[in-house]
């Protein structure tokens, strides 16, 4: 029994995580049909700001929770206004900048803070125990903090005037336009708001990956699949990319090791998008937010 | 003129294509005859332009029948129609903006012959359609009634036995219309024709037998002026005068 | 081949040319590391020839090219530790790795898998070749007498002289290989998109809905040039691993992937020399840079990936064509006007 509970908990964290890394991905995606490979690099530069911040002194919690998602949030204001904006509407160039973009980030970060870690920072909760069996309260944390920050997002979408007229863009940016909304900030504060989003998840795993400037690209590639194989669909594709392919490859983790979880995700997204081309909120959930 | 009732080149039985709870095309039963010149009409929204993509094998229909020279096409797609010799102009010119005009109308003649029929192919169409002084531009900077012509030369270098046209006229001048009026008259010499028109002047100048469309099913099929007389089909149109 | 074919491949063969005449000279005029890291940056420009023609001309953008590369190395490093030779090994990479592609490609294309989807799978497949073979570390993990190695890769036997294993080649003669092999595709590439095939390709490219109703079947046209666009990636990797010695599966990482995509932007779609140029122009940059930690690679590449995309989207070589032929066309005009100038007087 217990052991049905500790893989049950394992498997929920490893959907929970490849929703905490894929949604500011899903953000940006959903609204603006902006592919931005250097997401990863927003979620090393959240885990940058976690460690430089803590061992300068501030308390741990402040900088996952607040520092970093306001740090590469404004980060992100910034890409987009220098970046993003001349790119709209061209899906391959954006990706193929936004590409560009990754590299200069890494290398940046390279450049100011050298190829290997410095110091790291150690995970603030204990561990908790399931009768014979011990789980990370940290990761228990971070189910949590996944499951608040999908509801947050989704009340802000559904009852905000923000969410609102996010929304209204995203199925018309023309209508939208036309009706008096300046497409252009909302554009503005979403790529911002989903560079937050990563960097706060980027934030919140630094204690458990450490960071490099080059871990980056642990995330992306699994971000973009997970978004991509999710469909337009912020939240449903989000979470429907996560509990398949999250499941998928917690349950091979589980029977055969990780590295053949990593290729039975990779494989079930390749399987997956042959059979439904559009992601799965392509086809099924296809009004939902 | 007395129309030769010669072999059945198109029919549809019950014909229908739904979009969710749109009924776009609902039970159409059409038939087109050899070297027969058909014009579609209706107002808005009527299923004209979705029957013909179920023609084009552009959509796939919900159920019901399409057979093309007895063979059935029904859900085949567009290149499987494409290859039984009809030639297509969509609604929105679908050109090769990047590549010039005569390149564009060589690819056409180069599905069906060799290099240097094709080649001879080519030269003829673009005098055919006197588009010489446009055959080395780029068809993306040609006007949209150039863009239409070339499209047109496209579907004439293959030499197809049925043609399908939507709103060939739409955009063009007054002149270019008189002009398409024309080709059209000599593709029917050796072509079955269905035209998908809104221009009524247009229409009037090709047309023999029309079918008017209403609501996803055909109203009624006779020639212009019978329909332009019926009490029903005014009424359809609502302000539409010819 | 017709007048106008020939006509056409004139460029083609100009460059053929420069590229001989380099071929010979250089052995004499350069050392010979430079000689060795040429050859390396020769079969990088395979791998770039082959993107340039899947995606500059038939419009495919396929984030993972670099997986046939890769995967042309290694079933050659493979092939020839088990077979004793190169022969046949440079033969079975091709083959192999065509096999693959097409079979990959059958699955997108007739899954009509188009776009962003199709970079995506593609990226998934070097990024599985990546994870797969990076683990290959132990003993056990070995296809006939060829351990694969893991992260450390695998070395990998030089080409011989056909069927005669006892005589390998010397860099200097690997050299003279890869640039040969460098113009023969090339030239094969500059026929193929002159052909009807590589003329229908582009027009899918162009319009793939136009291109369906003139009545060609797109997706085996795309499977195609997909295919072989595979097979000339497999040559590039089989001279790769001939240039650096050994192939590891870093090959495969995303990196590299992107460095691919980074040579035909910067080169020019829809141009072959243009993609050949750059990536000789960026290897010597990288090289240039060295290890070093300030100007490093990725903060090179990642602006001049910006700086593309932004300001010059069509890449070098095009952007000159262009050049060049405005300036015809003007001087052109200025003939035309003094020639009415001096009728009318």
């Given at each position: 029994?217990?052991?049905?509970?500790?893989v049950l908990f394992q498997l929920i964290y490893v959907i929970s995580n490849l929703a905490?890394?894929?949604?500011?991905?899903?953000?940006?995606?959903?609204?603006?049909?902006?592919?931005n490979l250097a997401h990863g690099e927003f979620l090393m530069l959240g885990g940058y700001t976690v460690v430089v911040a803590t061992n300068a002194g501030i308390n741990i919690w402040i900088s996952m929770l607040i520092l970093a998602p306001l740090i590469v949030g404004v980060i992100g204001v910034v890409v987009e206004r220098l970046l993003i904006r001349w790119l709209y509407g061209r899906m391959v160039d954006t990706l193929l900048a936004t590409w560009g973009l990754s590299l200069l980030l890494v290398g940046i970060v390279t450049s100011l803070f050298g190829a290997s870690t410095g110091t790291t920072v150690s995970p603030p909760l204990g561990v908790l125990r399931i009768g014979e069996y011990s789980a990370s309260g940290y990761e228990f944390f971070l189910i949590i903090v996944?499951?608040?920050?999908?509801?947050?997002?989704?009340l802000t979408l559904r009852f905000t005037k923000l969410g609102l007229l996010a929304r209204g863009t995203m199925q018309n940016a023309e209508m939208a336009s036309a009706l008096g909304v300046s497409t252009s900030n909302i554009y503005m504060i979403t790529f911002g708001l989903g560079a937050a989003v990563s960097g706060l998840a980027g934030g919140l795993l630094a204690p458990i990956t450490g960071v490099l400037p080059t871990i980056g690209a642990t995330y992306i590639a699994k971000a973009f699949i997970t978004v991509i194989s999710g469909g337009a669909a912020i939240l449903a594709g989000t979470t429907a990319g996560s509990i398949l392919l999250g499941g998928i490859n917690g349950i091979f983790s589980f029977i055969a090791g990780s590295t053949f979880g990593e290729i039975a995700l990779l494989l079930a997204a390749i399987i997956l998008l042959r059979l439904m081309p559009k992601g799965i909120t392509g086809r099924f959930f296809r009004k939902s937010l | 003129m007395k129309r030769k009732r010669g072999d059945v080149v198109v029919e549809t039985r019950e014909l229908c294509m739904h979009f969710g709870g749109v009924r776009a095309v609902?039970?159409?039963d059409f038939t087109l005859y050899d070297r027969e010149l058909r014009c579609l009409i209706g107002p808005n929204g009527a299923g004209k332009s979705t029957f013909f993509k179920c023609l084009t094998g552009q959509l796939v229909p919900t159920?019901?029948?399409?057979?093309?020279?007895?063979h059935e096409m029904t859900g085949a797609e567009p290149f499987e129609i494409a290859s039984l010799g009809v030639g297509i102009k969509t609604q929105v010119p679908n050109v090769f903006d990047g590549l010039t005009a005569e390149e564009n109308i060589w690819l056409s003649a180069r599905r069906w012959h060799g290099e240097a029929r094709a080649r001879a192919l080519t030269a003829e169409t673009i005098d055919r359609l006197d588009l010489g002084d446009i055959r080395r531009t780029l068809v993306g900077r040609l006007a949209h009634g150039q863009r239409q012509w070339v499209e047109l030369g496209m579907v004439v270098a293959a030499e197809p036995w049925l043609v399908l046209l939507d709103e060939p006229a739409a955009g063009m001048t007054h002149e270019e219309t008189y002009r398409?009026?024309?080709?059209?008259?000599?593709?029917?010499?050796?072509?079955?024709?269905i035209v998908v028109e809104h221009d009524m002047q247009f229409i009037r100048m090709i047309s023999r037998q029309v079918t008017l469309f209403n609501e996803g099913g055909i109203l009624m099929e006779d020639t212009m002026d019978a329909i332009s007389a019926d009490e029903r089909a005014r009424e359809v149109y609502l302000g539409h005068r010819s | 081949m017709t007048n106008s074919m020939l006509r056409k491949m004139r460029p083609t063969f100009i460059y053929a040319l420069l590229g001989i005449i380099f071929m010979l000279a250089a052995p004499s005029v350069l050392q010979l590391f430079t000689i060795i890291n040429l050859t390396t940056a020769i079969a990088l420009s395979v791998l770039a020839l082959s993107l340039a023609l899947i995606w500059g001309y038939g419009g495919i953008l396929c984030f993972g090219q670099v997986a046939f590369f890769g995967l042309g190395a290694y079933v050659y490093t493979i092939s020839a530790i088990n077979f004793g030779g190169s022969t046949w090994a440079i033969l079975v990479a091709i083959i192999v790795t065509s096999a693959f592609a097409s079979a990959l490609g059958y699955f997108i294309f007739y899954g009509r898998v188009s776009d962003v989807y199709l970079g995506v799978i593609t990226l998934t497949v070097t990024l599985i070749f990546f994870s797969l073979i990076r683990r290959t570390s132990g003993p056990e993990y070995k296809i006939g007498n060829a351990l694969l190695g893991g992260f450390n890769g695998v070395s990998s036997p030089p080409i011989n002289l056909p069927w005669n294993s006892a005589s390998f080649l010397f860099p200097e003669q690997v050299f003279y290989v890869a640039m040969a092999a460098l113009i023969i595709c090339y030239v094969f590439v500059g026929w193929l998109v002159n052909t009807k095939f590589g003329r229908v390709c582009v027009a899918i490219r162009e319009n793939e809905l136009r291109a369906e109703l003139l009545g060609y079947d797109i997706r085996a046209y795309k499977l195609g040039i997909f295919t072989i666009g595979a097979g000339?990636?497999?040559?590039?990797?089989?001279?790769?691993?001939n240039g650096v010695g050994r192939i590891t599966p870093d090959i495969f990482n995303l990196y590299n992937a992107a460095l691919t995509i980074i040579w035909v932007i910067v080169g020019g779609r829809g141009t072959l020399i243009g993609p050949i140029g750059a990536t000789f122009a960026l290897f010597y940059v990288t090289s240039a840079l060295g290890g070093q930690s300030v100007f490093n690679n990725n903060l090179v590449l990642g602006i001049i990936l910006i700086i593309f995309v932004l300001l010059v989207p069509k890449g070098v070589a095009p952007t000159i064509i262009g050049?060049?032929?405005?300036?015809?066309k003007k001087s052109q005009r200025r003939v035309r006007r003094r020639r009415r100038a001096e009728g009318t007087r």
């Open positions: 029994m217990d052991l049905i509970v500790a905490l890394i894929s949604l500011g991905l899903a953000i940006i995606f959903g609204m603006m049909r902006v592919i996944t499951i608040l920050l999908l509801f947050g997002v989704w | 609902e039970q159409v159920s019901g029948e399409v057979l093309i020279r007895g398409t009026a024309q080709l059209i008259e000599e593709i029917n010499k050796t072509s079955a024709l | 000339i990636a497999a040559v590039g990797g089989v001279l790769f691993c050049w060049a032929s405005a300036r015809q």
